[in-house]
């Protein structure tokens, strides 16, 4: 078919969303303010419209950020800017998702599942928490820092995103799509199960009392490919199954390994093309090894990249690259110049992983020593403001602070179950041709993953986790009976009841576009 026939068009465009000052970093308990910039943050955004069989004009936007999460707040504050610039575009036909980096600014304003509490929330907490003054502080209570804060960040992220998004639908041209289907050790089930029937996350395989690696691990490569109508490649969309926490501790900015990606990739393809990195389910999935680590090193040592600090993420990236470098030449037979495109969205409403009177009383016996420790260092540095000139002084207080929070956020979810049974989660099915893209806010478990692309009409399915809304851990029921960081009830807001929900709604939603009218 010749691109000058083409009934779909699309746009890209990007933005350097990296902050000049210094920022809170999401990833880990205690807050890290960055003292650097290892390599720039990014928003990346493809447009995509074309006629249904009415002649009405589809749309779909999907947009990725170099983020550890999209919280509804930055969500909905690209979308007010999208709504306010263009009436073309239905700001509602717009999904973010994060890469789901360590190192990037923290633009969160609520903990999980903690919307209805509003301002009080803080307060309920602790008052040394100052919520008066740290309500533009999101996760963290207010210390005199010099720092953006995640409220100024994320005003500051949105209008960036927003820009690339406009331009994106501003610069949409007559396309063609290709997709294709690679492999790469990526990510690996980062949770460990042990004799006794426990599982932990991050556990040691090199005791006698490791049992197995308790779940599936998945190295698929999804890559679709656009064309302009001279069939030159302008970008690709790359979807793994693996968070980007190599550097996860690190105190800089950092886009982590996809940084070394793009950059490989831009080597390879053309330094012009666009890349939109994606985070399949990998919730309990990282690119951290726990087996086989010492070979690995050594096959480092070999390379002369054992002193490298980002050895594993240029690893990763030639990984990436050399499975896109397989896939193009092959995908690229099959250029698609009119696939029909459909888009979804809606807001389901799944059951909340109820928490019993026993798990409350468990969270804050676990919480307790922290909520002791945290108030503990509030007064000393009030009493003694020197403390504050010390090198990351901040650090404890913050550890205390959210693991106490951590615990309590319990026992408001007991509060919020009785009349809140449910959570409602915003979630997008897209179909382009014979693919489909499908979105959930969560850090998905493999499990459930598996079964919705099983059971999917599509020849290829790409699902975006982290996307569209916050969302928290959702845990396989094999995973919650071993128990452990990312499957007990602290973990956790949607329990496998609201993930059986979740398969269903996919699978029906992506089903039912290929239904033949």
Same mark, same amino acid.
């Given at each position: ?41 990014? #928003? %990346? ?9 009415? +002649? ?13 999460? *999209? ?44 919307? =209805? ?20 502080? &999101? ?20 209008? !960036? ?52 690696? @308790? ?54 393809? +053309? ?62 037979? @099959? ?12 807001? *389901? ?25 945290? @108030? ?56 382009? +041709?014979? %693919? %489909? ?19 999917? #009409?599509? %020849?290829?399915?790409?699902?975006? =986790? ?7 851990? !959702? ?14 009830? #602290?973990?956790?807001? *949607?329990?496998?009841?609201? &993930? @059986? ?17």
């Amino acid at each position: 078919m010749n691109g000058k026939n083409s009934r779909i068009k699309t746009g890209w465009a990007k933005a350097d969303i990296t902050p000049e000052q210094n920022v809170f970093l999401a990833g880990q308990f205690h807050a890290r303010v960055s003292e650097g910039i290892m390599d720039p943050v990014t #928003a %990346t955004a493809l447009a995509f419209e074309s006629p249904d069989r009415q +002649g009405l004009q589809k749309q779909a936007v999907m947009v990725s950020c170099d983020l550890a999460s *999209i919280s509804n707040e930055l969500r909905d504050a690209v979308r007010r800017r999208i709504k306010s610039e263009t009436n073309e575009l239905d700001p509602e036909n717009i999904f973010i998702g994060a890469t789901h980096t360590h190192s990037a600014p923290d633009a969160r304003m609520m903990p999980y599942g903690m919307e =209805q509490y509003g301002s009080r929330y803080k307060s309920d907490i602790s008052p040394q928490a100052k919520p008066s003054l740290g309500d533009k502080y &999101g996760m963290w209570p207010y210390l005199k820092l010099d720092v953006m804060s995640p409220a100024d960040y994320l005003e500051f992220a949105a209008d !960036l995103i927003a820009q690339a998004v406009a331009q994106a639908w501003k610069n949409r041209e007559i396309s063609g799509i290709a997709y294709g289907l690679g492999h790469a050790v990526i990510g690996h089930n980062r949770r460990l199960a042990y004799k006794d029937g426990t599982s932990r996350m991050y556990g040691s395989a090199g005791i006698s009392e490791f049992s197995h690696v @308790e779940g599936y691990e998945d190295h698929s490569v999804y890559a679709m490919m656009i064309y302009n109508r001279d069939k030159n490649l302008s970008g690709i969309v790359v979807n793994v199954p693996c968070p980007s926490q190599v550097s996860e501790h690190i105190y800089m900015i950092s886009a982590d390994y996809w940084h070394e990606t793009r950059m490989e990739l831009r080597k390879r393809f +053309g330094e012009k093309i666009f890349i939109l990195a994606q985070c399949a389910p990998a919730g309990d999935q990282s690119p951290h090894l726990l087996i086989g680590k010492r070979a690995e090193e050594r096959m480092w040592r070999l390379k002369r990249r054992q002193q490298d600090q980002n050895a594993p993420r240029e690893e990763i990236a030639q990984k990436i690259a050399d499975a896109i470098s397989d896939i193009i030449p092959y995908a690229e037979k @099959e250029i698609e110049w009119h696939p029909e495109l459909e888009h979804r969205r809606e807001i *389901i409403e799944l059951p909340r992983r109820m928490v019993s009177e026993k798990d409350v009383e468990k969270a804050l016996e676990e919480s307790r020593p922290f909520k002791e420790k945290y @108030e503990k260092l509030a007064a000393e540095i009030e009493e003694n403001p020197e403390i504050m000139k010390q090198p990351r002084w901040y650090t404890e207080i913050t550890k205390a602070y959210r693991l106490m929070e951590r615990g309590e956020r319990v026992q408001k979810r007991a509060e919020l179950q009785k009349k809140y049974p449910n959570m409602p989660i915003e979630v997008h099915a897209v179909r382009i +041709g014979e %693919t %489909t893209f499908a979105t959930n806010p969560f850090e998905l478990y493999l499990d459930y993953a598996v079964r919705i692309r099983e059971l999917s #009409a599509a %020849t290829q399915t790409f699902l975006v =986790q982290k996307a569209g809304c916050n969302g928290t851990y !959702l845990p396989s029921e094999r995973s919650i009976s071993g128990g452990g960081y990312g499957s007990v009830p #602290a973990s956790t807001d *949607i329990g496998p009841e609201g &993930g @059986e929900k979740l398969v269903e709604w996919t699978v029906s939603a992506i089903n039912s576009m290929f239904v033949k009218s």
